[in-house]
């Protein structure tokens, strides 16, 4: 089963949860796919035995070949290609802005001369490991660099199927959010009680219920704010799987870089507990969709 741990704002204690679940099912595969970020490594502590490099095609332009006849540029989604057609005898230009391009292929792919090939660029890389009996598994975007998502996919790809995988994706409910939720079996979505809380944890409802995965709930500091998630919750019929009280003793561990249970064991059970709920909840067919 893929369970993947996202919520519709930072701060919420998203890497918290994702990390003490796995800690609390042992054998699970850990992934840490919120790669502008990541920081799960403090908590897992692994021992990496792996690197690899992260690379995207980006498009370099033989000016021999070309024509500057524009369509590179007419057909980049993402503005990563201007072509200036020369005038008055001058030669044109084709500037490429390697930061914007999402390797897509596009341009090479269709241009008439077939003056555009591609070539790497290094954007990322991936790490493995493992934590005890967990395997590990974290990607980490290059500083400067603007897209992230060819390093979470690069990332899942060391999935398997047969086996519990938690995925740590990252916050918000844009592209790299969309791409390292995608094929998960359930969504855990954690959230605080609080009006921005309430108000970005509906963003990523309504995510996760256009790309059809079934979710729960999970209320961090759950003993502050007001009531109006657990509200929306009842409201829009979606489990919740687990409050977190507000605890400054829980702070002071997170800062220390040590585990919720490993501070306080009690929450072992609860994240087992929970791990049965989200299978009970699909058999059912009641979890959040």
């Known amino acids: 089963m893929i369970i993947s ?19 609390a099912l042992k054998d699970a595969r850990f992934f ?32 021999a070949k070309c024509s500057f006849c524009g369509k590179c540029g007419e057909v980049c989604a993402y503005h990563a290609l201007a072509v200036i057609k020369g005038e008055g005898g001058h030669q044109g230009e084709v500037l490429v802005f390697p930061h914007l391009c999402h390797g897509c292929g596009a341009c090479s792919m269709l241009c008439p001369q077939g ?24 990607g980490r975007l290059n500083v400067g660099e603007a897209v992230s998502p060819p390093v979470i996919r690069r990332v899942k ?46 963003l990523a ?13 999970v209320i961090n500091r759950s003993d502050i704010g007001d009531g109006k998630v657990e509200d929306y919750c009842a409201k829009e019929n979606i489990p919740v799987l687990m409050r977190i009280p507000f605890s400054r003793e829980i702070a002071e561990a997170y800062a220390r870089g040590i585990s919720l249970i490993s501070a306080f064991p009690d929450f072992k059970g609860k994240f087992i507990e929970m791990r049965a709920r989200i299978g009970t909840l699909l058999e059912s067919g009641k979890a959040g969709r």
Not at 5 to 12: I, Y
């Open 5 to 23: 741990v996202a919520s519709g704002k930072g701060g919420t204690g998203k890497t918290t949860v994702a990390v003490n679940l796995a800690l």
């Open 32 to 63: 840490d796919c919120d790669v502008e970020e990541p920081n799960a490594h403090i908590f897992l502590k692994p021992r990496l035995n792996r690197q690899e490099k992260v690379f995207i095609p980006v498009p370099e332009i033989d000016t």
């Open 115 to 138: 003056a555009i090939r591609e070539v790497n660029k290094e954007i990322g890389t991936v790490e493995s490991g493992s934590a005890g009996e967990i395997s590990f598994v974290s």
């Open 157 to 202: 790809e060391y999935l398997e199927p047969s086996k519990t995988a938690v995925i740590d994706a990252p916050p918000g409910t844009s592209c790299p959010v969309i791409c390292a939720v995608k094929g998960s079996d359930f969504c855990i979505l954690v959230t605080e009680p609080t009006p921005f809380g309430l108000h970005d944890l509906s």
């Open 205 to 217: 409802v309504e995510v996760l219920r256009k790309m059809e995965i079934p979710f729960g709930v």
